[in-house]
């Protein structure tokens, strides 16, 4: 699997949790990079994409605010620091890497993507 996500936990409403994408075998830098979710019962939603380049960034609305995504070449690693969090943020998160350039209205189209992570359970306590 070329991609590691890890990071996740159970934490109270208000806590912060820090996700990390970690990749082996090929540079981060090179790819659009962005994080998903799916809770139980819905379908993979995007979280939040780093875009390939440039550096972009897009949120989705649930969380902009309050979730900021970096990107640290040096350890070929994406991260997802998430603030505030929220039940409702409770989900199994996915790192995912694409050669595209998304625009606001493709970024978080699974079909996109080449690579995913394994997925990593945040869990958030009312």
């Known amino acids: 699997v070329p991609l590691q996500a890890s990071g996740g936990g159970l934490v109270q409403t208000g806590g912060s949790l820090r996700l990390s994408c970690a990749a082996s075998?090929?540079?981060?830098?090179?790819?659009?990079i962005s994080w998903f979710r799916q809770a139980p019962g819905k379908e993979r939603e995007g979280v939040s994409c780093?875009?390939?380049?440039?550096?972009?960034?897009y949120y989705a609305r649930a969380v902009k605010g309050r979730f900021t995504i970096s990107r640290d070449n040096a350890k070929n690693t994406v991260y997802l620091h998430m603030n505030s969090l929220e039940p409702e943020d409770t989900a199994v998160y996915y790192c995912?890497?694409?050669?595209?350039?998304?625009?606001?209205?493709?970024?978080?189209?699974?079909?996109?993507?080449?690579?995913w992570g394994q997925g990593t359970l945040v869990t958030v306590s009312s």
């Open positions: 995912a890497a694409g050669v595209h350039r998304p625009i606001q209205s493709s970024w978080a189209s699974t079909g996109a993507y080449d690579h």
């Open positions: 780093i875009r390939r380049s440039d550096g972009y960034k």
């Open positions: 075998g090929f540079s981060l830098d090179y790819y659009t």
